[in-house]
């Protein structure tokens, strides 16, 4: 392993809005945090290119923006923000081992998981190169619908959240195209049937996407196919939403750490606590309901609070 262990009293685990809030906190409060920003640096909202939903921003700001001025702020309050990301942990002692890129030990008082959630797509290139381009591809309704408001889109998805994020999109596009790969939903009756009910939903079963097409530079429609009889047509759309799924970044904690069956980390409600004393968990790790960078700041800010308190209690 390293020559060297290095302590730190609180350890912070990504860099998206909740481990940089949880930094600010952190740094506020003489516990002189380490942030590794992991993979993604600065997490999913690096892939957005318009965050108008953030309060304090009455014009909006780009999601990298956002992200550098996070950094900033945490910084400026003497957060050691570092490149490089936790590639095993030990929690079984009083002391959280983490170790970095492989090589680096590190002894932590405090550990605090802001490893988020990455959205899962179809993995076609077009679909990857209009993510990239920022150009009408999108995992969050919630966040970006509101671009494409009298639009026409399509919404890959059976499940509930794709049935949520359908019924949320027909609310401001003038039509919402679902696309279905099997012959039923995976969503409860209750949200496959409020989908249905929507007049300016068409829901495609057994379809599933063959290309996002556009001009380079946006998306123009989506061609399909049909997955009965191998028919292909093209749908006209400006926006093109994944609603299958998010995988949370926490593999390299199960042995530790308590998950539920989809991989998110279980807190104790109400708190940012897991299930190993001195190790916290902030936005999309823990949450698979609400996923915005503003809940994610506020589990950060609580993951700090509980940090400090769990420190302070240590040394009476």
């Known amino acids: 392993m390293s020559d060297t262990i290095e302590k730190v009293k609180c350890l912070i685990i990504g860099s998206g809005p909740a481990g940089y809030t949880a930094a600010?906190?952190?740094a506020r409060a003489n516990m002189f945090p380490v942030l590794y920003q992991g993979t993604q640096p600065g997490g999913q909202l690096t892939t957005t290119n318009e965050v108008e939903n953030f309060p304090g921003y009455p014009d909006g700001v780009t999601g990298p923006e956002m992200m550098v001025q996070l950094q900033e702020?945490?910084?400026?309050?003497?957060?050691?923000?570092r490149d490089g990301w936790a590639t095993k942990v030990d929690f079984s002692g009083d002391i959280h081992k983490v170790w970095i890129?492989?090589?680096?030990?590190?002894?932590?008082?405090?550990?605090?998981?802001?490893?988020?959630?990455s959205a899962k797509y179809l993995g076609l290139p077009s679909e990857q190169h209009y993510l990239n381009m920022g150009g009408g591809v999108s995992a969050c309704a919630v966040c970006d619908g509101f671009f494409y408001r009298n639009q026409e889109v399509v919404i890959v998805g059976a499940?509930?959240?794709?049935?949520?994020?359908?019924?949320?999109l027909a609310k401001m596009c003038k039509k919402v195209t679902m696309l279905v790969r099997s012959e039923?939903?995976?969503?409860?009756?209750?949200?496959?049937?409020?989908?249905?009910?929507?007049?300016?939903?068409?829901?495609?079963m057994h379809t599933e996407t063959d290309e996002v097409l556009g001009d380079g530079q946006v998306v123009t429609g989506v061609r399909v196919v049909d997955r009965a009889?191998?028919?292909?047509?093209?749908?006209?759309?400006?926006g093109f939403f994944v609603?299958?799924?998010?995988?949370?970044?926490?593999?390299?904690?199960?042995?530790?750490?308590?998950?539920?069956?989809?991989?998110?980390?279980?807190?104790?409600?109400?708190?940012?606590?897991?299930?190993?004393?001195?190790?916290?968990?902030?936005?999309?790790?823990?949450?698979?309901?609400?996923?915005?960078a503003i809940t994610a700041a506020g589990t950060g800010c609580m993951a700090a609070l509980d940090a400090e308190r769990y420190l302070a209690a240590k040394e009476h």
């Open 101 to 117: 890129n492989d090589t680096k030990e590190i002894h932590c008082e405090t550990v605090i998981i802001s490893t988020g959630a």
């Open 73 to 81: 702020q945490a910084k400026r309050f003497g957060t050691d923000v």
């Open 184 to 204: 039923q939903f995976r969503a409860s009756k209750i949200m496959e049937a409020r989908v249905r009910k929507t007049e300016n939903i068409e829901i495609l």
């Open 243 to 292: 609603a299958i799924g998010h995988k949370p970044n926490t593999d390299i904690f199960k042995e530790y750490i308590t998950l539920d069956e989809t991989g998110y980390i279980v807190n104790t409600p109400g708190t940012s606590k897991t299930n190993v004393p001195g190790v916290f968990v902030a936005g999309d790790a823990a949450d698979h309901v609400y996923r915005q």
């Open 159 to 168: 499940g509930d959240s794709a049935c949520e994020e359908a019924h949320y």
């Open 24 to 26: 600010i906190y952190a």
């Open 229 to 238: 009889t191998g028919e292909k047509r093209e749908i006209p759309a400006t």
